[in-house]
């Protein structure tokens, strides 16, 4: 028993667990990215490490830290992780994290999500981050509502193809859409002939007025790229 006790003495503390030690390494990176503190930064990551931006920017090790500056007067924010994942294999981690920003933008308040992949390195026994790629988690708008007469202006049947067709209706005073033949989704609105689907903050329904002012048809738009939809008579 002595000896055990001697050689745990010995040993010196336990090594923290993985995502523990990973997790507060980004935790203080993302610290210091408001006040554009790129020692930390230098330290961590690997020379020959990536850097994808949530704008889908490809930077080197260079010009991600070239890219570090301060926030520019007048805002604020921090960066919090909420929910962080570890993979091991060897040494190599693979990690994936997300993150809530909480910024003050001259006074007003502005929240944004994202989702965060990386691969670290074990190198001399300390680990370095090779690789990060940040993806924005969009939200949906804030709807407003539309008077019962503006609604009905929408509703109809649409085709996109002649074995593709989209239908639009009021049920219980709310504006409905979707495949027809399926199932019905509430659609919104964001601002007038603009909608969307409460969970699909990546599509939009921008509907299209012919001379009259009559609706014509709509652009299924996403990611700045439209599916158009006739009305149908």
């Known amino acids: 028993m002595i000896t055990l006790l001697l050689a745990l003495a010995l040993a010196g503390p336990a090594e923290a667990p993985l995502e523990t030690t990973l997790r507060a390494k980004d935790q203080a990176l993302l ?10 930064w230098e330290r961590t990551l690997a020379d020959d490490a990536i850097y994808v931006d949530e704008n889908g920017t490809i930077m080197d090790r260079q010009a991600f830290l070239t890219s570090l500056v301060p926030l520019p007067h007048g805002v604020s924010g921090s960066i919090a992780i909420t929910d962080y994942r570890v993979q091991r294999h060897g040494d190599s981690a693979f990690v994936i994290h997300r993150d809530e920003e909480r910024e003050m933008f001259h ?6 999500h994202y989702l965060m992949t990386e691969t670290w390195r074990l190198e001399r026994n300390e680990w370095k981050l090779a690789s990060a790629h940040v993806y924005v988690v969009n939200d949906d708008p804030p709807a407003i509502a539309l008077p019962a007469a503006k609604l009905a202006e929408y509703t109809g049947r649409y085709q996109a193809a002649p074995d593709l067709r989209y239908v639009v209706r009021i049920q219980n005073g709310k504006l ?8 019905l ?3 919104l609105a964001e601002v007038a002939d603009v909608l969307f689907l409460k969970g699909q903050p990546r599509k939009r329904l921008v509907f299209q007025r012919d001379g009259r002012g009559a609706i014509a048809a709509f652009a299924a738009r996403r990611e700045g790229h439209d599916v158009i939809w006739t009305r149908l008579p």
């Open 107 to 112: 006074g007003q308040a502005l929240l944004a």
């Open 185 to 187: 989704q509430p659609l």
């Open 176 to 183: 409905m859409g979707g495949a027809e033949g399926g199932p």
């Open 31 to 40: 610290d210091a990215i408001a006040p554009g503190d790129r020692a930390l």
